[in-house]
């Protein structure tokens, strides 16, 4: 019996439309053929969870795209046709079945469903090609991702310690498919409502219940898959909203009434589901009564994974005035100060304006630098391998790093940005966060993945950007309406 043609994709983006960060095709760091299966075999990520399936079944592969950037504004018209033509060409050059790596919350410069207009070219030219998607949890499900889907799954978890196994549940699911073992018929629904990115994990209510109801189907044999997904608010997008897919086996009538719990539940909670903030200052203040280390303080206004811009003062602006003392923070992403702190060399004394080199307009927020002085206590090529539950094995690239240790703060400055939701982005340049009082980063949930085992204490912080949980901030043009909870009766 001849091997299975199967094309193994990625194409990833979470776009923050807010976001002034933009995205052209080489922040993918666009991959093919060999190199592609060589950076993401055996790691905890979708494509390395399809991979793992396509060796199972014996597939011959094909990847002609593996290409994921960290979250920014809208996607470039030049690259988002590059990658799917890459995709699609593939497709069309003839394979059995299609694994694609996806993100659910892909917004391009000309197309408002990244994901969706995907799938409707590839099902232009392969119109009954099996295809197996994998989604990110904060996804915004559309009719057109499962009208030219075979089989959709989803991360159950956030932090994302299971995009691994979402792409082997997609993959499974597909390869029985194929074995006519199964036949995937799926259901889908969504809710008018937003969730707090804050609030909606997955591992505690409001969503515990809810995505614990779905995995206890899928597990039961119920349905073949069930997925639910908590979208991503910091989109201004028609399909914006709280979602769930359900993969049945022919008949839908088990799936349908699933979904309806699923979502009913949701919609009974949406008040739960909103994050209530508080002041910055009182924040760093009720840090300072909590003694021993280490101490997380969370930077989630101005988080990578959501697309900020990584460069924002505030919170350690406001660490600094209070007195905080042994801090670390960062990564503060700002390769001009990264520039001038290697020109001075190890060892220098350096006072220069850092951070707050970016505006955003979409926010009425300009860009505040802050200025401070230090020594050069390192400078590294700003790279590691995660060792931690999220991404495990996979190879994260900061750009030249460097340490500005002021005093009361070491200060971790790149020239790339990247999400610390593993400790290396503090260990590579030779600093243990363990050993610290107070551990300052720019995260929202990620950061639990590394650092919520090390931590005596969390404190989220409010700081300025275009990821704030203050949903006030925000214009929304193309969002549906109505829509909780900007508007309330329903009736």
């Known amino acids: 019996m001849a091997r299975r043609k199967v094309v193994v994709a990625m194409m990833m983006h979470e776009t923050n439309t807010f976001s002034p960060v933009p995205t052209p095709l080489a922040s993918f760091r666009p991959l093919a053929g060999h190199p592609a299966i060589e950076e993401f075999r055996d790691t905890n990520t979708q494509l390395g969870g399809f991979l793992h399936v396509a060796r199972e079944i014996g597939a011959e592969v094909t990847v002609p795209l593996a290409a994921g950037a960290h979250p920014s504004g809208y996607v470039e018209k030049v690259a988002y046709e590059a990658m799917c033509e890459a995709i699609v060409g593939a497709i069309r050059n003839g394979c059995d079945a299609a694994f694609l790596a996806l993100h659910g919350a892909m917004v391009a410069e000309h197309v408002d469903d990244g994901e969706g207009e995907l799938l409707r070219r ?82 505690r209510q409001p969503m515990k219940d809810v995505m614990d109801m779905a995995i206890a189907a899928e597990a039961s044999g119920a349905v073949l898959n069930a997925s639910v997904f908590g979208g991503f608010p910091h989109a201004d997008v028609p399909h914006l909203s709280c979602s769930a897919v359900i993969v049945c086996d022919r008949r839908t009538e088990e799936g349908r009434a699933l979904l309806d719990r699923l979502l009913g ?38 988080n990578t994974a959501s697309g900020g811009t990584q460069d924002v003062m505030s919170v350690i602006e406001e660490a600094l005035r209070q007195g905080l003392d042994d801090v670390v923070a960062g990564p503060i992403c700002d390769p001009a100060s990264v520039r001038r702190i290697i020109e001075a060399g190890t060892a220098a004394s350096v006072t220069l304006p850092l951070g707050g080199k970016i505006d955003m307009p979409q926010i009425n927020l300009k860009g505040k630098p802050l200025t401070v002085t230090g020594q050069v206590t390192r400078v590294t090529e700003g790279e590691f391998v995660v060792t931690g539950p999220m991404a495990t094995g996979t190879r994260v690239r900061m750009g030249r790093t460097a340490v500005l240790d002021t005093g009361p703060m070491q200060i971790v400055v790149s020239e790339r940005r990247s999400e610390p939701f593993d400790l290396g982005v503090f260990t590579h340049c030779g600093i243990d966060p363990r050993r610290k009082t107070h551990v300052l980063i720019k995260s929202r949930q990620h950061f639990r993945a590394g650092f919520e085992p090390i931590a005596r204490h969390i404190v989220l912080c409010d700081g300025d950007g275009c990821t704030s949980s203050d949903l006030q901030l925000f214009t929304y043009r193309k969002r549906r309406r109505p829509l909780y909870p900007f508007e309330t009766d329903f009736r």
């Open 122 to 203: 590839i099902r232009a030219v392969a119109p009954r090609l099996p295809i197996a998607v994998g989604l990110d949890f904060h996804s915004h499900m559309t009719a057109a991702m499962v009208q030219h889907a075979t089989v959709i799954t989803g991360y159950r978890t956030y932090p994302h310690v299971d995009m691994g196994e979402t792409g082997e549940r997609a993959g499974r699911t597909l390869a029985r498919a194929l074995n006519g073992e199964v036949a995937p018929a799926m259901v889908w629904g969504s809710r008018p409502m937003m969730t707090s990115t804050l609030v909606h994990t997955p591992s």
């Open 265 to 302: 539940l949701a919609w009974d909670r949406r008040e739960a589901f909103l994050y209530r903030g508080a002041p910055l200052a009182a924040q760093i203040a009720h840090a300072r009564t909590l003694g021993e280390g280490p101490i997380v303080l969370v930077d989630h206004g101005d």
